[in-house]
T-cell receptor, first 110, second 109 residues
Framework: EPEVTQTPSHQVTQMGQEVILRCVPISNHLYFYWYRQILGQKVEFLVS????????KSEIFDDQFSVERPDGSNFTLKIRSTKLEDSAMYFC????????FGSGTQLSVL | QQPVQSPQAVILREGEDAVINCSSS?????VHWYRQKHGEAPVFLMI?????EQKGHDKISASFNEKKQQSSLYLTASQLSYSGTYFC??????????FGAGTTVTVRA
């Protein structure tokens, strides 16, 4: 079965540093998402992307966050200046009808 | 606005049934159900798009009452493999899918 792939699986960074989380969505999907999950908590919506632009974003997705689909296959989430509270598991997802999640990137900000 | 799930947690013995509820204050376009095992990504169970629709996946089924803005997930004759956290995801449009806080299901032998 096709799957959403995410890299890296773990990322450790210092507070204030920039990180880029990478995702390859399922190839024929049209809608792309980033979610995050703080340990033991619910899955929180960050942003959705459709037709090469952001379609919705949450209040979490502030100016420090950005998304890109640079080459038609990759879908990236950039955090410009990481904060301690950005530590979480970040899931990329894509769908046409069913939403498929990647296995996540565990981001630790020290 | 995220949907509200109840109960927060349920403990079952193998073979018992359970119902997980999901409600929203907004009109819903769709309801998605996912199960997440510890340390893993959420896995799709089913999606309901029409009012009054019911669907099944093995012995797990769900209903969607569009008018009441509610969905229920039914775990029938639970198996050990059903253990995990169940999330409902709801969308009032095609773009944003927001998840509830989850219901932790523990099935014991």
């Amino acid at each position: 079965e096709p799957e959403v792939t995410q890299t890296p699986s773990h990322q450790v960074t210092q507070m204030g540093q920039e990180v880029i989380l990478r995702c390859v969505p399922i190839s024929n999907h049209l809608y792309f998402y980033w979610y995050r999950q703080i340990l033991g908590q619910k899955v929180e919506f960050l942003v959705s992307f459709y037709n090469n632009e952001i379609s919705e974003k949450s209040e979490i997705f502030d100016d420090q966050f950005s998304v890109e689909r640079p080459d038609g296959s990759n879908f990236t989430l950039k955090i410009r200046s990481t904060k301690l509270e950005d530590s979480a598991m970040y899931f990329c997802a894509s769908r046409n009808e069913k939403l498929f999640f990647g296995s996540g990137t565990q981001l630790s900000v020290l | 606005q995220q949907p509200v799930q109840s109960p927060q947690a349920v403990i079952l013995r193998e073979g018992e049934d359970a119902v997980i509820n999901c409600s929203s204050s907004k009109a819903l376009y769709s309801v998605h159900w996912y199960r997440q095992k510890h340390g893993e990504a959420p896995v799709f169970l089913m999606i309901l798009l029409k009012g009054g629709e019911q669907k099944g996946h093995d012995k797990i089924s769900a209903s969607f009452n569009e008018k009441k803005q509610q969905s229920s997930l039914y775990l029938t004759a639970s198996q050990l493999s059903y253990s995990g956290t169940y999330f409902c995801g709801t969308g009032s449009n095609d773009y944003k899918l927001s998840f509830g806080a989850g219901t932790t299901v523990t099935v014991r032998a």
